[in-house]
């Protein structure tokens, strides 16, 4: 199906982040298109007018035409543009609408009204497709992130939409997952299928993109051909605050498990979690010591983020031992000394305002150093703005900017340049370089290969 924006103009209330400016932008059928550019420049905003979540959901001042085949979006009952058009939202979680895996790749089609036979053959089909028969049957509470990102677009391929729209889908994928969603993509694409896909990692889709749309500041700055695009070196990319369009191998060196005999810093030792009756990861023994920075990598669902709710004390301990300086430390210890910016920001920003969030349960503060602060993390211009206003890559910075106002020990980064583009990712980068020079302990989980590349000293691998 084409699709066509006519002088689309939106601002959301009270907020610059998303805005669109004469956007004029046409798509043929078939054709697979990647809307690029900075966080905050208008490529989710674009994604949810097509999908009609603007102005139907998200409130704003909204100008201009959006059709589909030639028939306004605004036209379409919402039944009818949820069988031609699919969305896979940057955060899996706000669309889910049932608490089993199966039951949520089946939700569009028993809405639809398809018979039982045909739900249940689908359903074979899609995860045989995807390759994700492990995950038939699960609670979706239990699942990682990237196994959250997974179910997410198979609910949407059940459905087999004329337009798939997605935000960010490789952004808490493992490097599997995403060859797994490049094969995804490529079949959909032979299938004539009209793809429209909001990303930052370039490197999956270095084959399969029509054209690159850029945009900046809530315009369209050019169009790059697909010829261009696979044309353009990292350096090039880099200048437009893009990532490289090519897999970036890292060199870190693999770290062992060795006896820590100055005990210091943090030492993990034959660790064992349960979690919600099930055992996710037994026997782990890792050494941290402080003024590095440590990556900890691995598969979707191998148990990285469990690990980090346990060493900053937010999950028990079945078997093992943590120490901080040689001491065992209790739940209590791990609570007053590690601090853990999450996968799911949303679940822990709570004030009304971006200063009011990095003062938030901090006893005494310097009100300079939590502006100097947002200044590093380029959001200082956001200081009275509302936390849930930010952009994906926004809300990790502000994470990260309370992370130092606690001035605490053990710092854990789960996934913390999920929806970031390149420049603030190196941003990212280069503030926890800073923090493991004033001798914090620093744990990363990520999959980002480049990010990785920039600033990891050494690198543990869970399986």
Same mark, same amino acid.
């Given at each position: /199906? =084409?699709?066509?924006?006519?002088?689309?103009n939106?601002?959301?209330?009270?907020?610059?982040?998303?805005?669109?400016k004469?956007?004029?932008?046409?798509?043929?059928?078939?054709?697979?298109?990647?809307?690029?550019?900075?966080?905050?420049?208008?490529?989710?905003?674009?994604?949810?007018?097509?999908?009609?979540?603007?102005?139907?959901?998200?409130?704003?001042?909204?100008? %201009?035409?959006?059709?589909?085949?030639?028939?306004?979006?605004?036209?379409?009952?919402?039944?009818?543009?949820?069988?031609v058009?699919?969305?896979?939202?940057q955060?899996?979680?706000?669309?889910?609408?049932?608490?089993?895996?199966?039951?949520?790749?089946?939700?569009? +089609?028993?809405?639809?009204?398809?018979?039982a036979?045909?739900?249940?053959?689908?359903?074979?089909?899609?995860?045989?497709?995807?390759?994700?028969?492990?995950?038939?049957?699960?609670? $979706?509470f239990?699942?990682?992130? #990237?196994?959250? &990102?997974k179910?997410?677009?198979?609910?949407?391929?059940?459905?087999?939409p004329?337009?798939?729209?997605?935000?960010?889908?490789?952004?808490n994928?493992?490097?599997?997952?995403?060859?797994?969603l490049?094969?995804?993509?490529?079949?959909?694409?032979? +299938?004539? *299928?009209?793809?429209?896909?909001?990303?930052?990692?370039?490197?999956y889709?270095y084959?399969?993109?029509?054209?690159?749309?850029y945009?900046?500041?809530?315009?369209?700055?050019k169009?790059?051909? %697909?010829?261009?695009?696979?044309?353009?070196? !990292?350096?090039?990319?880099?200048?437009?605050?893009?990532?490289?369009n090519?897999?970036?191998?890292?060199?870190?060196?693999?770290?062992?498990?060795?006896?820590?005999?100055?005990?210091? %810093?943090?030492?993990?030792?034959?660790?064992?979690?349960?979690?919600?009756?099930?055992i996710?990861?037994?026997? @782990?023994?890792?050494d941290?010591?402080?003024?590095?920075v440590?990556? $900890?990598t691995?598969?979707?669902?191998? #148990?990285?983020s469990?690990?980090?709710?346990?060493?900053c004390?937010?999950l028990? @301990?079945?078997?093992?031992?943590i120490y901080?300086?040689g001491?065992?430390?209790?739940?209590?210890?791990l609570? !007053?000394?590690?601090? /853990?910016?999450? &996968?799911?920001?949303?679940?822990?920003?709570?004030?009304? =305002?971006?200063?009011?969030?990095?003062?938030? %349960?901090?006893? !005494?503060?310097?009100?300079? !150093?939590?502006?100097?602060?947002?200044k590093?993390?380029?959001?200082?211009?956001?200081?009275?703005?509302?936390?849930?206003?930010?952009?994906?890559?926004?809300? &990790?910075?502000?994470?990260?900017?309370?992370?130092?106002? /606690?001035? *605490?020990?053990i710092?854990?980064?789960?996934?913390?340049?999920?929806? +970031?583009?390149?420049g603030?990712?190196?941003?990212?980068?280069?503030?926890?370089?800073?923090?493991?020079? *004033?001798?914090?302990?620093?744990?990363?989980?990520?999959?980002?290969?480049?990010?990785?590349?920039?600033?990891?000293?050494?690198?543990?691998?869970?399986?």
């Amino acid at each position: /199906m =084409s699709i066509e924006l006519k002088n689309v103009n939106f601002s959301y209330p009270d907020t610059k982040v998303g805005t669109l400016k004469d956007i004029n932008l046409s798509i043929k059928k078939g054709e697979f298109v990647l809307l690029a550019g900075e966080s905050g420049c208008g490529k989710t905003t674009i994604t949810r007018i097509i999908n009609g979540l603007i102005p139907g959901f998200y409130g704003g001042n909204l100008s %201009g035409e959006a059709l589909i085949n030639g028939k306004k979006v605004s036209e379409y009952k919402s039944y009818e543009l949820a069988k031609v058009v699919g969305s896979v939202f940057q955060n899996p979680r706000t669309q889910f609408f049932n608490a089993d895996t199966d039951s949520e790749i089946a939700f569009g +089609l028993e809405n639809a009204g398809e018979a039982a036979k045909t739900i249940n053959d689908t359903l074979g089909e899609v995860t045989k497709d995807l390759n994700i028969e492990a995950l038939r049957d699960r609670d $979706i509470f239990k699942l990682s992130g #990237g196994e959250k &990102q997974k179910i997410a677009f198979a609910s949407v391929y059940a459905m087999n939409p004329d337009v798939f729209l997605l935000d960010e889908p490789s952004a808490n994928l493992d490097t599997k997952g995403i060859e797994g969603l490049k094969e995804c993509l490529l079949k959909i694409k032979k +299938l004539g *299928k009209t793809v429209i896909i909001a990303e930052h990692r370039l490197y999956y889709l270095y084959n399969l993109v029509d054209r690159v749309i850029y945009l900046k500041d809530g315009k369209i700055e050019k169009e790059i051909s %697909g010829d261009e695009f696979r044309a353009m070196d !990292k350096s090039t990319l880099n200048t437009m605050n893009l990532r490289s369009n090519r897999y970036i191998e890292n060199k870190i060196d693999n770290g062992k498990a060795h006896e820590n005999k100055e005990n210091a %810093g943090l030492s993990i030792k034959n660790l064992s979690v349960e979690y919600k009756k099930r055992i996710v990861f037994k026997n @782990v023994n890792m050494d941290f010591v402080p003024g590095k920075v440590y990556c $900890i990598t691995g598969q979707n669902g191998a #148990g990285k983020s469990t690990l980090l709710r346990s060493i900053c004390g937010l999950l028990n @301990v079945a078997k093992g031992n943590i120490y901080i300086n040689g001491v065992k430390a209790n739940k209590k210890d791990l609570i !007053k000394k590690a601090f /853990m910016v999450m &996968q799911d920001v949303n679940y822990q920003l709570f004030s009304d =305002s971006v200063l009011n969030e990095c003062t938030l %349960g901090v006893k !005494k503060f310097n009100s300079e !150093k939590v502006e100097d602060t947002l200044k590093e993390m380029g959001l200082i211009e956001y200081k009275d703005r509302h936390p849930n206003t930010l952009s994906g890559g926004q809300k &990790q910075r502000l994470a990260i900017a309370v992370s130092l106002m /606690m001035e *605490k020990d053990i710092l854990l980064f789960d996934e913390p340049t999920s929806g +970031l583009d390149y420049g603030n990712m190196l941003l990212c980068a280069e503030f926890i370089k800073r923090l493991a020079k *004033k001798g914090k302990i620093i744990i990363v989980v990520t999959h980002d290969e480049e990010f990785m590349e920039c600033c990891c000293d050494k690198k543990y691998r869970l399986k």
